[in-house]
């Protein structure tokens, strides 16, 4: 394999690895490159399963039965239509279980209609502004430094629809949107749109208010729940439907624990029916057959054990925030509190940044990532003063208060005391061997 592209818009050190990769790989036959993506696969699964605390809010570990049927022979299926009126055929199981999928969505988030054939998230929140907005027409979202995602910015799904963004006026200091100054930017910018989420989310917004507000301009409330549709499946966390968003959107991984993938929910026919043509034919054809099944089987896992799994989650991020702060670690949040879900974020600009924080940890096996922090000016993506982690897939390992305790010292060894990483890996390697299992779904089909 040879380097022979200008990739000049690549970063620095993204080109340096690519050349190693491709220098490592040259001259290895078409079998030898086959081996050592399966092997590379297999290291990667060892990695995160075996010997890593795996604390990345935007990941989760799949159930036995929801991994398997990733894998199914459907995957390379085209499925163009609705189920029942497809315009293939050959798919009628695939099809009821595109039908489960959607329902027991549904029932999980108590919706009238839900959209489960977005690939992402992101392509989800593209569906709602091609139905609900058009080129030019004015919204408002949270910036990135203060938690908002990239899909609601200029350089996301909300600049590719040409649309004019506005920040949602923003208190850093208590982590609260300001309503009074919403209220003024939206009557002298009236918007189509108010884009309600963030990528860094650890409390619920004052979404009745911000309904209210919109409904003085004739905006329509979007809540984007990539982050938290786990806890708000389980009951922990507000439900965006009953106070006041006209639609949400979600993530099926991070901690809601199903496939990769995005859904569309609403309890407006119309909306639904925007974000329908938006989705097929407007945006994709085949959106991977597999993930219905393991998408429906997620969803009825967490029908079963969603509101103990939320619970547990809220539980252990007030039982880490606590060890944090024992050990001397600076937790970022409100005066009185660190977090109402299931993620942190630590202020790290005193132990060399978010940049240098995350790097370390991940050398002792424990994996979050840099993250800017509501003071943190755009410039600092690079190395902003936080790192932001959640505690989602360690609870799906069947841990619980005592071991945050025993993670907060690991942190403080790598941040703190500089403790000899191969100690800390040990340990991590230890903590993790002691927990094997995976809890809070069905055990795989004999």
Not at 228 to 239: R, Y
Not at 303 to 315: N, P, V
Not at 406 to 417: K, M, P, Q, T, Y
């Amino acid at each position: 394999m040879t380097d022979t592209v200008d990739l000049t818009w690549y970063e620095e050190e993204a080109l340096a690895f690519r050349k190693r990769v491709l220098d490592r790989t040259a001259g290895l036959s078409e079998r030898a490159l086959a081996d050592l993506a399966a092997r590379l696969d297999r290291e990667e699964t060892e990695f995160l399963t075996r010997e890593a605390l795996a604390m990345y809010p935007g990941a989760n570990i799949l159930s036995p039965r929801v991994q398997r049927l990733l894998g199914s022979v459907v995957a390379s299926r085209a499925s163009e239509g609705h189920p029942g009126a497809k315009y293939q055929t050959g798919l009628r199981w695939a099809e009821e279980a595109e039908v489960l999928a959607a329902e027991l969505i549904c029932r999980v988030f108590g919706a009238k209609y839900a959209e489960v054939r977005a690939l992402s998230g992101s392509m989800a929140n593209m569906a709602v502004l091609n139905s609900l907005t058009e080129p030019g027409d004015t919204i408002f979202s949270l910036s990135t430094p203060v938690g908002g995602h990239i899909s609601h910015a200029k350089i996301g799904a909300a600049g590719y629809r040409w649309l004019d963004i506005h920040a949602i006026p923003y208190d850093a200091h208590n982590w609260e949107i300001k309503l009074d100054e919403l209220r003024a930017e939206v009557h002298a910018h009236p918007p189509k749109l108010i884009i309600v989420g963030a990528s860094l989310i650890l409390f619920e917004y004052p979404l009745r208010e911000i309904r209210a507000i919109a409904d003085e301009v004739g905006a329509w409330v979007l809540y984007d729940a990539a982050h938290v549709a786990g806890l708000i499946a389980g009951g922990a966390w507000q439900h965006p439907l009953r106070e006041g968003a006209h639609v949400m959107t979600a993530s099926t991984y991070k901690s809601f624990g199903g496939p990769p993938g995005g859904i569309v929910l609403t309890d407006d026919a119309e909306i639904a029916r925007g974000v329908d043509r938006a989705i097929f034919p407007g945006m994709t054809a085949n959106y991977h057959t597999n993930r219905m099944a393991a998408l429906a089987v997620a969803a009825a896992e967490m029908l079963a054990f969603g509101r103990e799994y939320a619970r547990a989650c809220c539980d252990n991020a007030q039982a880490l925030a606590s060890g944090f702060r024992a050990e001397g670690l600076n937790v970022a949040g409100k005066s009185h509190a660190c977090t109402d879900g299931h993620m942190l974020a630590l202020d790290v600009s005193e132990q060399g940044g978010g940049a240098y924080a995350a790097a370390a940890l991940e050398e002792a096996h424990i994996i979050c990532n840099m993250n800017l922090l509501p003071w943190d000016p755009p410039r600092r993506v690079r190395n902003p003063s936080g790192v932001r982690l959640a505690v989602h897939e360690i609870t799906r390992w069947g841990m619980g208060p005592g071991e945050m305790a025993r993670i907060a010292g690991l942190f403080a060894d790598v941040l703190l005391r500089r403790r000899s990483v191969e100690a800390v890996r040990g340990d991590v390697i230890a903590l993790k061997a002691a927990f094997p299992s995976l809890h809070y779904c069905f055990p795989e089909e004999e």
